[in-house]
């Protein structure tokens, strides 16, 4: 597909499951129009790439620029045109007007029965779903569709307050009285309330040291909610604490491994979001997250040097391809910095690394020190 530069005003973004089921009509009008002019009708969806974004400190994530993909019918196209047209309106009459959900595996095998223009295989729906929602200027969630993946854990002094999916009766979760394990981030958020008096959320990547956090009750000692990410985080994931964060007005700290992807995948998604996500990242960036650690000035404070790993060629691969492109890491001389000298290093160092000291350092020692420092990377 052809990419061009949009001239045209995008319209304010569907708010409710009734705006996204009038916009996809508005979508199929103007096909109808099209055919009925003898014209080749044609649907234009922004490009989602890290090139066609910028970042935005003032709004603390990745704004999508003006630059779109025109399909249209051709005899080269018309099966993923067809797919189109289909996805749309299957996604209108079958989830928005009934009110409906449907996970990715499913839109896959409901096209089963849509003859010529079924997909052969899953990818091809997934992707053209995520141009569907970019075109929308929506979360692919309110028009019905669910993730497969889980959202992530959470415990600490917080009530959460979920609904009864089929009595709509309100049910309390206390995060804080769950033994030991915790409760699981579900795939829709938007419905949840919350309580707390917590003083900030910690956001932690591996489920080992979330697990070790939870098994200490450190939550208590620091007043702090915890949650896992376990790897980069789900949107589920990253919708909750954005919400959550906004809601009780709570500052968001985050703790992964001192690595390029630690850093470049896991938190910046986290924080401002991704390029091929740039049209739903004001929904799920949480643009007042600080980086707690781990850092590369953390090897020598906290006398690390034989705890390291050595860079893989990926991973230098990874640091220096931020460092020239990615327009987060280049607005901020702090990660800059950090890349950097963990090039010069030559060496990553994982979170599990202060168990060096002692199981517990990182919760006795470690943790407390930072945030007694109170200083973060941006």
């Given at each position: 597909m052809?990419?061009?530069?949009?001239?045209?005003?995008a319209?304010p973004?569907?708010?409710t499951?009734?705006?996204?089921?009038?916009?996809i009509?508005?979508?199929?009008?103007?096909?109808?129009?099209?055919?009925?002019?003898?014209?080749?009708?044609?649907?234009?969806?922004?490009?989602?790439?890290?090139?066609?974004?910028?970042?935005?400190?003032?709004?603390?994530?990745?704004?999508?620029?003006?630059?779109?993909?025109?399909?249209?019918?051709?005899?080269?196209?018309?099966?993923t045109?067809?797919?189109?047209?289909?996805?749309?309106?299957?996604?209108?009459?079958?989830?928005?007007?009934?009110?409906?959900?449907?996970?990715?595996?499913?839109?896959y095998?409901?096209?089963?029965?849509?003859?010529?223009?079924?997909?052969?295989?899953?990818?091809?729906?997934?992707s053209?779903?995520?141009?569907?929602?970019?075109?929308?200027?929506?979360?692919?969630?309110?028009?019905?569709?669910?993730?497969?993946?889980?959202?992530?854990?959470?415990?600490?002094?917080?009530?959460?307050?979920?609904?009864?999916?089929?009595?709509?009766?309100?049910?309390?979760?206390?995060?804080?009285?769950?033994?030991?394990?915790?409760?699981?981030?579900?795939?829709?958020?938007?419905?949840?309330?919350f309580?707390?008096?917590?003083?900030?959320?910690?956001?932690?990547?591996?489920?080992?040291?979330?697990?070790?956090?939870v098994?200490?009750?450190?939550?208590?000692?620091?007043?702090?909610?915890?949650i896992?990410?376990?790897g980069?985080?789900?949107?589920?994931?990253?919708?909750?604490?954005?919400?959550?964060?906004?809601?009780?007005?709570?500052?968001?700290?985050?703790?992964?491994?001192?690595?390029?992807?630690?850093?470049?995948?896991?938190?910046?998604?986290?924080?401002?979001?991704?390029?091929?996500?740039?049209?739903?990242?004001?929904?799920?960036?949480?643009?007042?997250?600080?980086?707690?650690?781990?850092?590369p000035?953390?090897?020598?404070e906290?006398?690390?040097?034989?705890?390291?790993?050595?860079?893989?060629?990926?991973?230098?691969?990874?640091?220096k391809?931020?460092?020239?492109?990615?327009?987060?890491?280049?607005?901020?001389?702090?990660?800059?910095?950090?890349l950097?000298?963990?090039?010069?290093?030559?060496?990553?160092?994982?979170?599990?690394?202060?168990?060096?000291?002692?199981?517990?350092?990182?919760?006795?020692?470690?943790?407390?020190?930072?945030?007694?420092?109170?200083v973060?990377?941006?």
């Amino acid at each position: 597909m052809p990419a061009r530069r949009s001239s045209r005003p995008a319209k304010p973004a569907p708010k409710t499951r009734e705006e996204a089921s009038a916009r996809i009509r508005e979508v199929g009008d103007a096909i109808a129009q099209d055919i009925k002019k003898k014209k080749k009708p044609s649907l234009v969806f922004p490009v989602r790439s890290l090139a066609n974004v910028r970042y935005d400190p003032k709004a603390g994530h990745f704004e999508m620029l003006g630059r779109t993909a025109t399909r249209t019918l051709s005899t080269n196209t018309v099966k993923t045109f067809a797919q189109s047209v289909r996805l749309l309106a299957t996604t209108k009459t079958d989830l928005l007007d009934k009110n409906d959900i449907a996970g990715k595996r499913e839109v896959y095998y409901n096209s089963k029965s849509w003859g010529e223009c079924r997909f052969d295989e899953q990818p091809e729906s997934d992707s053209l779903l995520d141009d569907i929602e970019a075109m929308l200027g929506v979360n692919r969630e309110l028009l019905g569709y669910i993730p497969e993946e889980r959202g992530g854990d959470v415990t600490g002094p917080l009530v959460v307050i979920d609904q009864d999916s089929v009595r709509g009766t309100p049910i309390r979760i206390d995060c804080a009285r769950l033994g030991s394990g915790a409760w699981s981030i579900p795939s829709r958020v938007e419905h949840l309330r919350f309580e707390s008096k917590a003083a900030f959320i910690l956001v932690i990547e591996t489920a080992s040291l979330f697990q070790r956090l939870v098994h200490h009750r450190y939550y208590e000692k620091a007043k702090c909610i915890l949650i896992s990410m376990s790897g980069v985080p789900t949107r589920a994931c990253r919708r909750f604490i954005r919400r959550l964060a906004d809601d009780r007005k709570l500052p968001v700290l985050v703790f992964t491994d001192g690595d390029p992807y630690g850093y470049c995948n896991i938190y910046r998604t986290l924080k401002v979001g991704s390029g091929q996500a740039a049209h739903i990242n004001s929904f799920f960036c949480v643009p007042q997250a600080h980086y707690l650690g781990v850092t590369p000035w953390d090897i020598k404070e906290f006398h690390l040097e034989d705890a390291t790993h050595p860079l893989e060629e990926a991973d230098i691969k990874r640091a220096k391809d931020a460092l020239k492109n990615d327009p987060f890491i280049r607005h901020h001389k702090e990660w800059q910095d950090a890349l950097n000298l963990m090039i010069k290093l030559g060496v990553r160092i994982e979170q599990q690394a202060f168990a060096k000291h002692g199981l517990n350092y990182v919760l006795e020692e470690y943790l407390p020190r930072k945030l007694k420092k109170g200083v973060f990377l941006p």
